[in-house]
């Protein structure tokens, strides 16, 4: 029997989605707005799902404590208030679209966690577009 446990986060950042190879106006083309060169900001919400055994001894599938503090180490901490594109090594040379930011998170985190959870990402990047990515 296994139990999915839900941390939710938040942050604000910045990003541009464009192509370095392609001009001003195929990345307007294909990104639209979200391509206009000095960048723009999202208000982001994340839900951390934790799928996993309760544990006999604790009752817990996982300390929300530690989740919490991991969340906030692997993407409060090094997203919020920041740009995507110029602060995040990760983004460098990837667009931050809503997917590769879901996929980063998912990465960050299970490099943090017990191999056997199974851990899922939703993000919203507005109040009606989101993204679940689960590995
Ligand atoms: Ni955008």
Redesign the pocket.
Known sequence: MSVTVYRKAHFNAA?R?YRKDWSDEKNFEVFGK?SYPNY?G?NYELEVGITGPIDEETGFVIDLGILKKIIYEEVEQPFDHKNLNVDVPEFENMNPTAENIAKVIWDKLSARLDASYVISVKLY?TPRNFVVYTG
């Open positions: 990003h989605l979200c723009h999202h990047e």
